[in-house]
């Protein structure tokens, strides 16, 4: 609080140094409210991208598995029907 409004709020008497105290004190709770939403939201936001990071590389993963499943398959299968035909 600067000097002025000190001098201001001692005019209002007893009733405005208590409001000014309790504006001071919303203020500042409002203030440390604030800082920790943020940190609350870029530690949720690190998680996020975190968890996008992987997924997708699991994403990459399943679907090369599959492509490699299915040649597997394909192979398996050209080979009996070699087998069968001779």
Same mark, same amino acid.
């Given at each position: 609080?600067?000097?002025?409004?000190?001098?201001?709020?001692?005019?209002?008497?007893?009733?405005?140094?208590?409001?000014?105290?309790?504006?001071?004190?919303?203020?500042?709770?409002?203030?440390?409210?604030?800082?920790?939403?943020?940190?609350? /939201?870029?530690?949720?936001?690190? /998680? !996020?991208?975190?968890?996008?990071?992987?997924?997708?590389?699991?994403?990459?993963?399943?679907? /090369? %598995? %599959?492509?490699? %499943?299915?040649?597997?398959?394909?192979?398996?299968?050209? !080979?009996?029907?070699?087998?069968?035909?001779?």
């Amino acid at each position: 609080m600067d000097a002025e409004f000190t001098k201001y709020l001692a005019t209002l008497g007893v009733g405005g140094i208590l409001a000014g105290l309790m504006f001071m004190f919303y203020r500042k709770d409002i203030k440390q409210y604030t800082e920790l939403w943020k940190m609350a /939201t870029d530690q949720l936001m690190s /998680t !996020v991208k975190d968890n996008t990071t992987a997924l997708t590389k699991l994403i990459a993963l399943i679907e /090369t %598995q %599959q492509r490699n %499943q299915l040649r597997k398959e394909d192979i398996e299968e050209l !080979v009996e029907h070699r087998i069968n035909n001779k």
